[in-house]
Structures are given as structure tokens and as C-alpha cells.
């Protein structure tokens, strides 16, 4: 069973914990996510299109993230999700974090902070092995497609995380 930990409302670490995806949080408890963007010379980003079969937004492009386990910090989270989705390691690339954002979703029961971060980095497609039970596909897509994904609303995030994609 995976865990995450527990914060408050200014991202502090409250010492308890919650199952993952159990979304029965109070109000002034977050858990944390992570979002990575890899950019490359040529100015493309690596971009995967969701399984089918996930509950939620199927089908739809995004970049490698995911949930910070228990007692893992935001970092560590980053460079195992874009591994273990895109077989890729980040942790010598150039970049790093940039932001953070924060959403309250009462009635959801589902609030979290997410940490953007963003790596420079030269990979080639054969370079990238992607998770099939996460994704059934990816691409590396210039500025003008990713705004045309989310401009369809097959992009999840962009507007959130925009700046990372133009910084």
C-alpha cells in the first residue's frame, strides 16, 4: 500500500500520513504531486498520451508526474516518476524546480500543492522507454502543438503549468 504524506495549508509536513488516491481529506490537508518537463536542444518537449483505461482524463497528453510517497521529498518523486514512466534519468540534466501551485478542492475531498520542475536535456526517442500500463504513447512536441492540445482540451495541466513550457 502507498502512502503520502499528510501537509497544511502552508506545505509543512504534518508528520501523518494517507493512503494513496484515498480522497477523504479535511479541509487545510494537502498531499503533494510532482510535474516534469523535459526540454531538449531542438526546442521539443516530451510530451505522453494517458492509457485508455485510466479513470480520469484518457487519452489526453501530459508530462511524467505522480504523488510523493511518504518520506520522499518532492525531488526524489520527480526523478523516480519521469524513470519509471519514460525510463529516462533526470537526475544529472540541467534544470530543476521552478514553482509550485496549489489547489483546494473541497468537495472533492482532494487538495494538493503540485512542484513543477523542468529539465534541459538531449534524448533521442529511442532514448525513451515508456510504462504501457501509464501511457499509450509519446512524442516530442513543439510550443505551437502543446498549446494546440490544450486549446482542444487534451492537455492536462497546461494552464497551470504554462510557464514551464515558455520560461
Same mark, same amino acid.
Given at each position: 500500500? =502507498? #502512502?503520502?504524506?499528510?501537509?497544511? =495549508?502552508?506545505?509543512?509536513?504534518?508528520? +501523518?500520513?494517507?493512503?494513496?488516491?484515498?480522497?477523504?481529506?479535511?479541509?487545510?490537508?494537502? &498531499?503533494?504531486?510532482?510535474?516534469?518537463?523535459? &526540454?531538449?536542444?531542438?526546442?521539443?518537449? #516530451?510530451?505522453?498520451?494517458?492509457?485508455?483505461?485510466?479513470?480520469?482524463?484518457?487519452?489526453?497528453? =501530459?508530462?511524467?508526474?505522480?504523488?510523493?510517497?511518504?518520506?520522499?521529498?518532492?525531488?526524489?518523486?520527480?526523478? +523516480?516518476?519521469? +524513470?519509471?514512466?519514460?525510463?529516462?534519468?533526470?537526475?544529472?540534466?540541467?534544470?530543476?524546480?521552478?514553482?509550485?501551485?496549489?489547489?483546494?478542492?473541497?468537495?472533492?475531498?482532494?487538495?494538493?500543492?503540485? *512542484?513543477?520542475?523542468?529539465?534541459?536535456? *538531449?534524448?533521442?526517442?529511442?532514448?525513451? &522507454?515508456?510504462?504501457?500500463? =501509464?501511457?499509450?504513447?509519446?512524442?516530442? !512536441?513543439?510550443?505551437?502543438?502543446?498549446?494546440? #492540445? !490544450?486549446?482542444?482540451?487534451?492537455?492536462? &495541466?497546461?494552464?497551470?503549468?504554462?510557464?514551464?513550457?515558455?520560461?
Amino acid at each position: 500500500m =502507498e #502512502l503520502w504524506d499528510i501537509y497544511d =495549508e502552508n506545505k509543512q509536513l504534518t508528520g +501523518r500520513t494517507m493512503k494513496r488516491n484515498d480522497w477523504n481529506m479535511k479541509p487545510g490537508e494537502f &498531499h503533494l504531486t510532482v510535474l516534469g518537463v523535459i &526540454h531538449r536542444p531542438d526546442g521539443k518537449f #516530451l510530451i505522453t498520451q494517458r492509457v485508455m483505461t485510466k479513470s480520469w482524463a484518457p487519452g489526453w497528453w =501530459e508530462v511524467s508526474g505522480g504523488g510523493v510517497m511518504a518520506g520522499e521529498t518532492s525531488e526524489q518523486a520527480i526523478q +523516480r516518476e519521469i +524513470r519509471e514512466e519514460t525510463g529516462l534519468d533526470v537526475s544529472q540534466a540541467e534544470g530543476g524546480y521552478l514553482f509550485s501551485y496549489k489547489r483546494v478542492n473541497p468537495d472533492e475531498g482532494d487538495n494538493y500543492f503540485v *512542484d513543477i520542475y523542468r529539465f534541459e536535456m *538531449d534524448v533521442a526517442e529511442e532514448d525513451v &522507454h515508456i510504462q504501457e500500463k =501509464e501511457a499509450l504513447g509519446f512524442k516530442f !512536441a513543439d510550443l505551437d502543438e502543446i498549446k494546440k #492540445l !490544450a486549446a482542444d482540451g487534451i492537455f492536462l &495541466h497546461y494552464s497551470s503549468i504554462s510557464q514551464a513550457f515558455e520560461g
